[in-house]
């Protein structure tokens, strides 16, 4: 319908529509609503329940004994014990991995006698258990009661039995780790190093390995605490360890709980730190990778 301009007294036509789509609306007019989960929410606060009055029945049961916990946590016996065990696993990881790696390069040689002898050592040695291990050891005087004409009770005491016992047993599962790390490098990798001409060491060490590294970090590190947690079994043959020093003085007191939560707080603290040294350690390996964060 015309409309009359006021200033004119003419007829004024109307202003056009606005020709294309509606404007968006703002932000006011539509809000987006996060869905209640009440049962999520419900089920939370059950667990942190049940949690809170788990933590209080331990804090506040006086048959655990803290103050005795307390009173020998850092004590001279107990940090010996844990010095022997810590020493104790970064000398079998260490050699347990440098056999490791010999064993993975032999399993994934062209030589079948060779790999069969690979196969066969891992074979031997993860199907019996680490403790009839030791135990095989420590009583090795009664097959070769002499070695190079030294009495065998004379060369082998018993932490060099424990040393023994677990790098045989750590290098075992340290050759699969290697091995799954080696066949995790793409192949065009060790072309382009052959056509470059380097040889298989020198492939091995600085082409293979550091890529391998990212598959080998996760269960090397899980390996890592599980032998500083295993390392107490070497109790059992008389090795001063943080849990044969806590049960010597419990032995002598007569206070296992408290001895026991003693050697138990220590294995706690040692592997956290274990763990936060291997998501740094991951990090650093997956940069450039979608899993790096």
């Known amino acids: 319908m015309p409309l009359v301009d006021p200033a004119s007294d003419t007829l004024a036509e109307p202003a056009p529509a606005p020709s294309g789509p509606a404007p968006a609306p703002t932000p006011d007019v539509l809000r987006i609503v996060p869905r209640r989960r009440i049962g999520r929410r419900v089920a939370a606060a059950v667990v942190l329940v049940l949690l809170a009055l788990a933590v209080l029945s331990v804090v ?91 009495r065998t009770v004379s060369l082998l005491s018993p932490v060099a039995v424990a040393v023994i016992g ?43 390995l550091p890529q391998a590294m990212r598959a080998i970090v996760p269960p090397a590190a899980n390996m890592l605490i599980g032998t500083l947690k295993g390392t107490s079994i070497v109790s059992v043959i008389a090795v001063q360890d943080l849990l044969y020093s806590v049960q010597l003085v419990y032995h002598r007191t007569y206070q296992v ?12 603290v040692v592997t956290s730190l274990l763990g936060v040294g291997q998501h740094y350690l991951e990090r650093r390996y997956a940069r450039g990778t979608a899993g790096a964060r």
């Open 257 to 268: 709980i408290p001895l026991l939560l003693v050697a138990t707080l220590w294995y706690i």
């Open 60 to 150: 506040r049961n006086d048959a655990f004994q803290w103050d005795v916990v307390a009173d020998y946590f850092l004590t001279t016996a107990v940090l010996r014990g844990l010095g022997l065990t810590l020493w104790l696993t970064a000398v079998v990881m260490a050699l347990g991995f440098v056999l490791g790696t010999l064993l993975a390069t032999l399993r994934l040689s062209a030589n079948p006698v060779l790999r069969a002898v690979g196969w066969g050592y891992v074979w031997l040695f993860r199907s019996t258990p680490i403790l009839v291990q030791l135990l095989f050891w420590f009583n090795i005087g009664a097959l070769y009661p002499t070695i190079l004409g030294v």
């Open 166 to 208: 677990l790098t045989l047993h750590e290098a075992a599962y340290a050759t699969e780790v290697v091995r799954g790390g080696i066949l995790s490098v793409d192949k065009g990798q060790l072309e382009a190093a052959q056509s470059l001409g380097l040889g298989p060491w020198r492939r091995l060490r600085r082409i293979v």
